[in-house]
């Protein structure tokens, strides 16, 4: 390349002289000067000719080179993937066979025996000569793995991917046993299933009026009813004229006020091993949440009903134990210790009109409550209370006396006694709540017990939101009402 170049620098220079020759030259001379400059000018292009070339083989040459350098270093790392690939193939294999070298270890009749075998298959020292717990001898591999530690780091691993993924399928000897080959087999750990009790779907509070705040109080807004159960003001007529023409007529100013509703702290606390929380695969603290949930709702539905005695920002309950409710109507039973179908529908009569078709019962579940009687009760036409779904061909859902209800064990009043059954419209029973369910946990409260301890803690409060929305059935002493449709 360089030869060429040089060349070209020449023929050039000789190509300049001539033309300059040929500038001072007569015609005759000039014509052989040009002559030899066309000659020095095709010499000159086939320079440039090799030249290009040249450099075209030179650069194909430089392209095939990198691809050349591209293809060892691609199968260097061929040549690595592949070692890598075969050494992690041969660590397989061997784990594999340690593996059924642990397992038939275990699992042998004789053990003596199956160590022999052994030996006589991969050397004599291939079983260790030092000796396991309980004076059995090991495989080299087992003894290197397992002694001085009953389980090795990598079995332990194994144990924990086996249970996360559900399966359990590690054998231990037992210390002690009959069995000549040193004891029963026994898992190592179990397969940890959390049982749930089926929840109930008693829910009170879901069907009350819910409003929550931030405080140590929560308004209710209301209407004041004075003049009549609307508010307003009716005149006929007018003393002094038949027609009460030109005369002015009453009037009523509604008026606003508000139930304040204070708050009281729910709070619940338990403790559970560090065992059960540690094995548990089934997500323990999820089911915590579920479980406290059905406490705090069943403690705020006992709460609505019968109230918390001795606690005063507790939900004034429906049916106290000291006196009837404020706004609540009791009805008297026809007979002592039993529910009659009068009762029932006599309970939804003594509400609102408007309560009948939007109320439903709250009864007492249990084996001392109502429900149990009223499950096999009927109507004065001999047909049956209790008409679970699609009854006679009519599809809709579980109705007592034509009205839809709730059994609960939050209604812990037995068969007879006041408030066994009760009937109203919840959405008049204005439930406030501060926050929702927020669990903490705390792993130093019961450190020393080696327990971890969770807890709970929200506010709530409750009050009636107007009288007559509620009845319950009393004793047979006859009808006693602590309101009427005319209270405020």
Same mark, same amino acid.
């Given at each position: 390349m360089?030869?060429?170049?040089?060349?070209?620098?020449?023929?050039?220079?000789?190509?300049?002289g001539?033309?300059?020759?040929?500038?001072?030259a007569?015609?005759?001379?000039?014509?052989v000067y040009?002559?030899?400059?066309?000659?020095?000018?095709?010499e000159?292009?086939?320079?440039?000719g090799k030249?290009?070339?040249?450099?075209?083989?030179e650069?194909?040459?430089?392209l095939?080179?990198?691809?050349?350098?591209k293809r060892?270093?691609?199968?260097g790392?061929s040549?690595?993937?592949?070692?890598v690939?075969?050494s992690?193939?041969n660590?397989?294999?061997q784990?594999i066979n340690?593996?059924?070298v642990?397992?038939?270890y275990?699992?042998?009749?004789?053990?003596?025996?199956?160590l022999?075998n052994?030996?006589?298959?991969?050397?004599?020292?291939?079983?260790?000569?030092?000796?396991?717990?309980?004076?059995?001898k090991?495989?080299k591999?087992m003894?290197?793995?397992v002694?001085?530690?009953?389980?090795s780091?990598?079995?332990?691993?194994?144990?924990?991917?086996a249970m996360?993924?559900?399966?359990?399928p590690?054998?231990v000897?037992e210390?002690?046993?009959t069995?000549t080959?040193?004891?029963s087999l026994v898992?190592?750990?179990?397969?940890a299933e959390?049982?749930?009790i089926?929840?109930r779907t008693?829910?009170?509070?879901d069907?009350?009026?819910?409003k929550?705040g931030?405080g140590k109080?929560?308004?209710?807004?209301?209407?004041?009813?004075s003049?009549?159960?609307?508010g307003?003001?009716v005149t006929?007529?007018?003393?002094?004229a038949?027609?009460g023409e030109?005369s002015?007529i009453?009037?009523?100013?509604?008026?606003?006020t508000?139930?304040?509703?204070n708050?009281?702290r729910l709070?619940?606390?338990?403790?559970a091993?560090?065992?059960?929380?540690?094995?548990?695969?089934?997500?323990?603290?999820a089911e915590?949440m579920?479980?406290?949930? #059905?406490?705090?709702?069943? /403690?705020?539905?006992? +709460?609505?009903?019968?109230?918390? $005695?001795g606690? *005063?920002? %507790?939900?004034? #309950?429906?049916?106290?134990? /000291?006196?009837i409710t +404020?706004?609540v109507?009791?009805? $008297?039973?026809? *007979?002592a %210790?039993q529910?009659?179908?009068t009762?029932?529908?006599?309970?939804?009569?003594a509400?609102n009109?408007?309560?009948?078709g939007t109320?439903?019962?709250?009864?007492?579940?249990?084996?001392?409550?109502?429900?149990?009687?009223?499950?096999?009760l009927d109507d004065?036409y001999?047909?049956?209370?209790f008409?679970?779904?699609?009854?006679?061909?009519?599809?809709g859902?579980?109705q007592?006396?034509?009205?839809p209800?709730?059994?609960?064990l939050?209604?812990s009043?037995?068969?007879?006694?006041?408030?066994?059954?009760?009937?109203g419209?919840?959405s008049?029973?204005?439930?406030?709540?501060?926050?929702?369910?927020v669990?903490?946990r705390s792993d130093e409260y019961a450190?020393?017990?080696?327990l971890?301890?969770?807890?709970m803690?929200?506010?709530a409060?409750g009050e009636?939101?107007g009288?007559?929305?509620?009845?319950?059935?009393?004793?047979?002493?006859?009808v006693?009402?602590?309101?009427s449709?005319?209270?405020?």
């Amino acid at each position: 390349m360089n030869e060429l170049l040089k060349k070209m620098k020449e023929v050039n220079e000789q190509i300049v002289g001539l033309e300059a020759k040929r500038a001072d030259a007569d015609e005759a001379e000039a014509n052989v000067y040009q002559k030899l400059i066309d000659e020095k000018k095709a010499e000159f292009s086939k320079l440039e000719g090799k030249v290009a070339q040249a450099k075209e083989t030179e650069a194909r040459e430089k392209l095939l080179a990198e691809v050349e350098a591209k293809r060892n270093e691609t199968d260097g790392k061929s040549k690595k993937l592949a070692d890598v690939v075969d050494s992690e193939h041969n660590d397989n294999v061997q784990e594999i066979n340690d593996t059924k070298v642990f397992t038939d270890y275990f699992t042998a009749k004789k053990v003596s025996d199956y160590l022999n075998n052994l030996a006589n298959q991969n050397g004599a020292d291939y079983v260790d000569s030092r000796m396991a717990e309980g004076g059995m001898k090991l495989p080299k591999w087992m003894a290197k793995n397992v002694l001085p530690t009953p389980m090795s780091a990598k079995l332990e691993s194994a144990i924990e991917t086996a249970m996360i993924e559900g399966k359990s399928p590690v054998l231990v000897r037992e210390s002690s046993g009959t069995n000549t080959g040193g004891g029963s087999l026994v898992e190592e750990l179990f397969n940890a299933e959390l049982f749930k009790i089926p929840q109930r779907t008693d829910s009170i509070p879901d069907a009350c009026y819910v409003k929550r705040g931030v405080g140590k109080e929560v308004q209710f807004p209301r209407l004041t009813q004075s003049t009549n159960e609307f508010g307003v003001s009716v005149t006929w007529g007018n003393a002094g004229a038949s027609s009460g023409e030109g005369s002015a007529i009453s009037q009523s100013d509604p008026t606003f006020t508000r139930v304040d509703v204070n708050l009281e702290r729910l709070s619940l606390l338990s403790k559970a091993s560090l065992r059960e929380v540690r094995v548990n695969q089934v997500g323990f603290e999820a089911e915590l949440m579920w479980m406290y949930r #059905g406490a705090a709702n069943r /403690a705020l539905s006992k +709460a609505i009903l019968q109230g918390v $005695a001795g606690v *005063t920002n %507790a939900p004034t #309950g429906i049916n106290t134990n /000291a006196s009837i409710t +404020a706004g609540v109507n009791v009805l $008297a039973r026809q *007979t002592a %210790a039993q529910v009659s179908y009068t009762d029932l529908v006599g309970l939804q009569y003594a509400c609102n009109d408007g309560i009948i078709g939007t109320g439903m019962y709250v009864i007492s579940a249990g084996s001392t409550g109502a429900m149990k009687y009223i499950a096999s009760l009927d109507d004065t036409y001999g047909r049956p209370v209790f008409a679970p779904e699609d009854t006679w061909g009519m599809a809709g859902p579980k109705q007592i006396a034509g009205a839809p209800f709730i059994s609960t064990l939050a209604n812990s009043v037995a068969l007879g006694g006041r408030g066994d059954v009760i009937f109203g419209n919840f959405s008049g029973f204005g439930l406030a709540l501060d926050n929702d369910v927020v669990i903490e946990r705390s792993d130093e409260y019961a450190f020393n017990q080696g327990l971890v301890t969770y807890r709970m803690i929200m506010y709530a409060g409750g009050e009636l939101l107007g009288p007559d929305m509620f009845a319950v059935l009393g004793d047979v002493s006859g009808v006693s009402s602590s309101s009427s449709s005319s209270s405020s």
